[in-house]
């Protein structure tokens, strides 16, 4: 199967099921059993949701399995499933991953590497488990898809993160978070080469190369509510990825002159229903707000803080901090020492005191969300403040005030250009 990549978008629906087609006749031999691997409802935007749909079909008369890489995500319900992948796709042709009891350990990064790529800033192993489906379900073909975008923990979304975090098990997505945390996310997001990559390298490497696995990655830009597919990238090799990148690098990085005073974030309440997963708002865009600013995070649909109920329990408990004092707390508390990838998740929401961040919500108290250190603002008065219908994506001027609105903050990376001069 030769690696097949197209960038010259945007890429129509016909043009990419001509490029999947003629990829996968590059394949030898008969395909049985297939396993797709896309993203959940979170990755609406990634055009995985029809890739999935067109690869079923293609691959018939095989028998196609779909696992959404959920990581810690909640499983989507049929309507979810059928909303991103399409209502003709069978309910039995879905499985659900649980990162807690749905793995199996394939091997150990040595902490020596950890400590190495880390520049020693941690030096512990980690364990690294997969969906037992992937290694045992006696798959002739396994595709994983998914977008290319920058990425809080690793630098830039997907390749194999999609199967060591997205179908993977505590220990990586525990110890991989926290090492982005400790080395600190604005070295790494927008970037290829960072620690916790060159940890997923390490895996791929010694621990998953012997699987029939290819990759199916998309670029996506959105403009004007939008989304076109800008590049499709087919294979096996890391050179797929690392082009991906390169084309990401162009569409999804929002580089400014200057720092912003106030940043404006909408959570589509179909896709962001905690702060797990809302906190994007604040990742994509803390480098892009001034000192002193603000950000408002307009979130009709968020109800929770974690996305099952341990995690959610375990961010009321400390709450988002600054990093000195999540670190502290990893070294006396020991249910958050076990559970490092929450340790990380408190990291990348604070803004370390810099600027201001403020929830308004409708489905959590304002006791809840001051309880987890944010500022509360009721939705419908925010609503009222910054209406949605008077906004566009990038500078405005609403009742005398600038802001700066982001109608979703899943799509790319806010940053300046003085910190992006190089990006590799």
Known sequence: MESRCLRNGPIDQKTMQKELAAWLDGYKGDLRRVLLLPPDGTRAHSMAGPITNMLYHMLQPAEVKILPALGTHVPMTLEEKHRMFGSDLPASAYLDHNWRTDVQTVGVVPGSFVEEVSGGLVDYSITVEVNREILEGGYDLILSI??????????????????????GGKDIID??????????????????HSPVRKVFDYTQEHFLRDLPLAYVLTVTE????????????????????????????????????KPLQKVVVYLDPDEFRSTWLGNKSVYRTRMAIADEGELVILAPGVRMFGEDPEIDR??????????????????????LGQNLSVAAHLIHGSSEKRFKITYAVQHLTEAEIRGVNYNYLPYAQAAEIYPLDRLKDGHNVINGEEIFFI??????????????????
């Open 407 to 424: 109608s979703n903050p899943a799509l790319g990376l806010w940053a300046l250009e003085k910190d992006f001069t190089n990006t590799k």
């Open 222 to 257: 959105t403009k004007d509510e939008v989304t076109t597919l800008q590049g499709l990238f087919l294979g096996k090799e890391r050179e797929v990825f690392s082009q991906a990148v390169a084309l990401s690098q162009q569409c999804n990085l929002d580089l400014l002159e």
């Open 146 to 167: 998914g977008q290319v975008v920058p990425h809080e923990v690793v630098g830039m979304a997907n390749y194999t993160k999609n199967i060591v975090v997205g179908c």
């Open 314 to 335: 375990l961010i009321r408990s400390f709450g988002y901090k600054t990093s000195p004092e999540i670190l502290d707390s990893v070294r006396t508390s020991e249910e």
């Open 175 to 192: 110890k991989s978070h926290f090492l982005g945390a400790v080395y600190g996310m604005e070295k790494m997001m927008g970037r290829d």
